[in-house]
C-alpha cells in the first residue's frame, strides 16, 4: 500500500496535468471559398424568398423557417454562421445577394391533397412567382 501512493505522489509531481497550464488559442483561420461560375444563370441583388405553408404549420416551426431567411442579411455576421457563408455571394458575377422574405401563402385545408403530383408542386410554386423570386413550397 505505501509503494502504490508513493509512485502515485511520485507520478503526480513529475506529471503535471495539461490542463493546469494556461495555452494560449488561436483562431481557426478557415480558406476562403472558392467559388467557380458554370455560366449558368444567377440571380441578381434583391431576391425574395416566397414561401407556400401547404398543411399544418404550428407558428414555432414557421418562426424557424422565417428566422432563417431573415439571419442570411445580418450585416457583420459571425463566423460560423449562415449569414457568413451567405457573404460569399458578393464574390459572385454580378456583386452580393440580398435574400428578403417575400409573400407568404398558407393552405392548411391540403386544397390539392395530401398525396401530390409534379404537376400540383409546379402548379403550387407558380402561385408565388415573379422577377428574381423563389418559391419555397413546404408541406406538413
Known amino acids: ?12 509531481i513529475f506529471n503535471t496535468c495539461a490542463a493546469a497550464i494556461p495555452h494560449k488559442l488561436a483562431p481557426l483561420q ?16 434583391n431576391v425574395n424568398v416566397n414561401i407556400l405553408w401547404y398543411g399544418h404549420f404550428t407558428p414555432t416551426k414557421k418562426t424557424i423557417i422565417t428566422d432563417f431567411i431573415n439571419s442570411l442579411n445580418t450585416r457583420l455576421p459571425l463566423a460560423p454562421s449562415t449569414a457568413s457563408w451567405w457573404q460569399t455571394t458578393k464574390n459572385y458575377k454580378g456583386g452580393p445577394r440580398r435574400i428578403q422574405l417575400g409573400k407568404q401563402i398558407v393552405d392548411e385545408k391540403y386544397s390539392l391533397g395530401k398525396t401530390l403530383k409534379d404537376s400540383h408542386l409546379i402548379y403550387l410554386a407558380s402561385k408565388n412567382i415573379g422577377f428574381n423570386e423563389i418559391s419555397l413550397l413546404l408541406t406538413g
Request: net charge positive.
Open 1 to 12: 500500500m505505501f509503494f502504490a501512493s508513493s509512485l502515485l505522489l511520485i507520478s503526480t
Open 30 to 45: 478557415t480558406p476562403a471559398t472558392i467559388l467557380k461560375y458554370h455560366n449558368g444563370s444567377i440571380l441578381i441583388g
